[in-house]
């Protein structure tokens, strides 16, 4: 049984207590973030970018977010799961909304599924995946599926107008259901309203300090990309907790240098042994 459930993150909520999210996308880094009694993780569909070098999140597909959800369900005991329907798998309709969905919970073991904007379309889709018995949660404000029609990776909501459409938005998918919503790149006194205005938590991200809780891309916050010529870079919001990358990067150098040079495996790393005189058959 899960110690993080809609129960205990509503709880947190309620009790004023900020709800911890990080990404994760694979065994290992499920284990980093659940040990790190994170409350939820998700399985972003910023794996297309983050562990397979695409520009967007455009390419990924359902079978290849399945997988990571997978790999990610067998090393999270505790965290709240939530895995991103990814580009392609709920637009068309809402019964496909509902089936992506499905695929999710049933093969992935995901707990809930996110998926991304507030269109009537998409507010629809939640709530056809609501009523099939299924958590979503929201994500509005920058969405990066959308990059076609936005034109690129920029912060959303800095006029008036699409700060209400923001709102409105959001509203339309608590009113449908959804247990929560994701407000990526708008100003924090839009990402204060908008949690003002709703009674379900909001989750920040280059929002701002007023949403009822944070996420953050594993990748990121780790400091995994830091080589100075790597196009990836970290996004201005991302506060970077590690350098990983450049342990990483001196880790596989010193042990490129260790075998050049001999000195690895040396005795010390050489633990097989024959016994005295067997060596004399093999001459
Ligand atoms: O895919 C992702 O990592 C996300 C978070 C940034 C919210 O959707
Ligand atoms: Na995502």
Do not use: W
């Given at each position: 049984?899960?110690?993080?459930?809609?129960?205990?993150?509503?709880?947190?909520?309620?009790?004023?207590?900020?709800?911890?999210?990080?990404?994760?996308?694979?065994?290992?880094?499920?284990?980093?973030?659940?040990?790190?009694?994170?409350?939820?993780?998700?399985?972003?569909?910023?794996?297309?970018?983050?562990?397979?070098?695409?520009?967007?999140?455009?390419?990924?597909?359902?079978?290849?977010?399945?997988?990571?959800?997978?790999?990610?369900?067998?090393?999270?005991?505790?965290?709240?799961?939530?895995?991103?329907?990814?580009?392609?798998?709920?637009?068309?309709?809402?019964?496909?909304?509902?089936?992506?969905?499905?695929?999710?919970?049933?093969?992935?073991?995901?707990?809930?599924?996110?998926?991304?904007?507030?269109?009537?379309?998409?507010?629809?889709?939640?709530?056809?995946?609501?009523?099939?018995?299924?958590?979503?949660?929201?994500?509005?404000?920058?969405?990066?599926?959308?990059?076609?029609?936005?034109?690129?990776?920029?912060?959303?909501?800095?006029?008036?107008?699409?700060?209400?459409?923001?709102?409105?938005?959001?509203?339309?998918?608590?009113?449908?259901?959804?247990?929560?919503?994701?407000?990526?790149?708008?100003?924090?006194?839009?990402?204060?309203?908008?949690?003002?205005?709703?009674?379900?938590?909001?989750i920040g991200?280059?929002?701002?300090?007023?949403?009822?809780?944070?996420?953050?891309?594993?990748?990121?916050?780790?400091?995994?990309?830091?080589?100075?010529?790597?196009?990836?870079?970290?996004?201005?919001?991302?506060?970077?907790?590690?350098?990983?990358?450049?342990t990483i990067?001196?880790?596989?150098?010193?042990?490129?240098?260790?075998?050049?040079?001999?000195s690895f495996?040396?005795?010390?790393?050489?633990?097989?042994?024959?016994?005295?005189?067997?060596?004399?058959?093999?001459?």
């Amino acid at each position: 049984v899960k110690s993080v459930t809609l129960r205990t993150l509503r709880a947190k909520y309620e009790r004023g207590e900020p709800i911890s999210m990080a990404t994760a996308y694979d065994y290992p880094s499920a284990v980093h973030v659940d040990q790190a009694h994170i409350d939820i993780l998700l399985v972003g569909d910023s794996a297309a970018m983050v562990v397979h070098g695409h520009d967007t999140t455009l390419p990924i597909t359902l079978d290849h977010m399945l997988a990571h959800c997978q790999s990610v369900s067998r090393g999270a005991q505790r965290a709240f799961l939530v895995g991103d329907l990814p580009f392609g798998s709920y637009e068309l309709s809402a019964r496909d909304a509902v089936g992506s969905a499905m695929r999710m919970l049933k093969e992935g073991n995901m707990d809930a599924v996110k998926l991304e904007g507030g269109s009537p379309a998409r507010v629809e889709a939640a709530r056809a995946i609501v009523e099939a018995g299924i958590a979503v949660m929201g994500h509005v404000g920058l969405t990066p599926q959308s990059v076609s029609v936005l034109g690129g990776f920029r912060p959303q909501a800095q006029v008036a107008g699409e700060a209400m459409r923001v709102l409105h938005q959001a509203k339309a998918l608590q009113a449908v259901g959804c247990f929560s919503i994701v407000l990526e790149c708008v100003p924090g006194p839009i990402a204060a309203a908008v949690t003002k205005a709703l009674s379900i938590p909001t989750i920040g991200i280059g929002a701002g300090p007023a949403t009822s809780g944070q996420v953050l891309v594993y990748h990121d916050l780790l400091g995994m990309m830091s080589h100075p010529h790597h196009a990836k870079v970290t996004p201005k919001f991302c506060k970077r907790y590690a350098e990983v990358g450049a342990t990483i990067q001196a880790a596989l150098q010193a042990y490129r240098d260790d075998v050049a040079s001999r000195s690895f495996p040396g005795v010390r790393y050489s633990p097989y042994s024959i016994k005295p005189g067997e060596v004399a058959a093999l001459e």
